[in-house]
């Protein structure tokens, strides 16, 4: 990509293991931009979505101290299609600009390589074109519902409906330059997988 810093696009889908994943690449000298954190960050009390949120949506989709009810949130897209184009519209933008922001001091501190976690990676064509490698953390969707439940405690069928909004499985691995499969192996096997994989990546 003509970058003596190496770009690396990771995805999976819910419970795959991402952040897991980020964070073995972090420990050993990459940089990671999570596309998720920043977008909790934008809808968080006084979070840059927050007032254009409200206009859109109207105070009763907020929490108490003035975060965007993401539970609510997910019952009103379930319900009305329109209204998770509207919440992209206003997210989306804000969360790009971070990113690249984020990206430009990364390069600047001499980065040797970035991980742009990025659970939508597949669905957003246009990053395909700004990594050097997509990494896909791949595990059965049996897996992906077990680890949800125990993490947000979130209803089976709350979790059937994510998975339905995101890319198949299938679809993500055929988009993926490297699979990672996390899935009834110790964390350690993992992180030896990761160590192996960043040789290839600048570290």
């Known amino acids: ?33 999570d596309a998720d954190s920043i977008s909790r960050a934008a809808t968080a009390p006084g979070g840059s979505a927050i007032t254009a ?33 509207k919440l992209e519209a206003i997210v989306h933008p804000l969360v790009g600009q971070a990113i690249t922001q984020q990206t430009l001091l990364a390069e600047i501190a001499g980065a040797r390589c970035i ?42 069928q709350d979790i059937d409906k994510i998975l339905e909004s995101q890319a198949s499985r299938t679809q993500r691995l055929a988009a993926a330059d490297c699979v990672l499969f996390n899935d009834g192996i110790p964390l350690d096997d993992l992180r030896q997988q990761v160590h192996q994989l960043s040789t290839h990546f600048g570290l």
């Open 1 to 33: 990509m003509g970058s003596a810093t190496y770009r690396i696009g990771l995805t999976g889908g819910i419970g795959s293991g991402k952040s897991t994943v980020s964070g073995f690449f972090q420990q050993i000298g990459a940089i990671v931009i």
């Open 53 to 85: 949120l409200k206009t859109a949506f109207g105070i009763g989709r907020f929490t108490a101290d003035g975060a965007l009810d993401r539970a609510q949130m997910r019952a009103l897209i379930y319900s009305d299609p329109g209204a998770k184009a």
């Open 115 to 156: 991980v742009f976690d990025i659970p939508l990676l597949v669905e957003s064509q246009h990053w395909r074109t700004k990594v050097d490698r997509v990494l896909v953390i791949d595990c059965t969707e049996e897996t992906q519902t077990t680890r949800v439940i125990a993490r947000n405690g979130l209803a089976k």
